[in-house]
């Protein structure tokens, strides 16, 4: 199963929004609206923030937004705070009892 | 509150064995599915494996066959054995509450470092 293909990086200034993609296949993305997000900053365990493509756990502020078409997914971060700047993951359902992580975006606030 | 703790990390030689051990509070493990997850240095998230609510255990096709996962539910403990150790398993080791499916990993330990080196 190969991991899912997110850009390395992606920056915004404080107050900017910024969309984060995760790409993937019908086996994974495009065949189940099993995605999720996570938040990872540096020292620390990843945090969840978003679950079954657009669901917030209760807690995450509601400038996490998601979405998905087709085979691509993605993270909406709306009115950018410096907290925002961390590493993202994605991950999805990938058949067989498998899950498949993205490889990651480090976002920068400017 | 709840709490996972991994321990049981440290150096190994190549070919040896190691049991993390993901001690939790706040939930009980044997009524939730569990997934381990870890992550390389200065990689990304790897899924490794996730033991079901009834006992079902499945694994990355990268460890299968040389890791194990088990479950001591009078310690409310998560483990995981692994043997056939090489460099590439060099990782720190998440656990996390969840499955591959449903839920969404919602809870995560703060990790246990394996190094697999000579």
């Known amino acids: 199963q190969s991991a899912l293909t997110q850009p390395p990086s992606a920056s915004g200034s404080p107050g900017q929004s910024v969309t984060i993609s995760c790409t993937g296949t019908s086996s994974d993305i495009g065949g189940y609206n099993y995605v999720s997000w996570y938040q990872q900053h540096p020292g620390s365990g990843p945090k969840l923030i978003i679950y079954e493509v657009t669901k917030r756990p209760s807690g995450v502020p509601d400038r996490f937004s998601g979405s998905k078409s087709g085979n691509t997914a993605s993270l909406t971060v709306s009115g950018l705070q410096a907290e925002d700047e961390a590493d993202y993951y994605c991950s999805s359902y990938g058949g067989s009892n498998n899950l498949v992580f993205g490889g990651g975006t480090k976002l920068t606030v400017l | 509150e709840v709490q996972l703790v991994e321990t049981g990390g440290g150096l190994i030689q190549p070919g040896g064995s190691l049991r993390l051990s993901c001690a939790v509070s706040?939930?009980?493990?044997?009524?939730?599915?569990m997934t381990w997850v870890r992550q390389a240095p200065g990689k990304g998230l790897e899924w490794v494996s996730v033991v079901y609510s009834n006992g079902n255990t499945y694994y990355a096709d990268s460890v299968k066959g040389r890791f194990t996962v088990s479950r001591d539910n009078s310690k409310n403990t998560l483990y995981l054995q692994m043997d056939s150790l090489r460099a590439e398993d060099t990782a720190l080791y998440y656990c996390?509450?969840?499955?591959?499916?449903?839920?969404?990993?919602?809870?995560w330990g703060q990790g246990a470092l394996v190094t697999v080196s000579s």
């Open positions: 706040g939930f009980t493990v044997s009524s939730n599915f």
């Open positions: 996390a509450r969840g499955g591959a499916i449903f839920p969404p990993l919602d809870y």
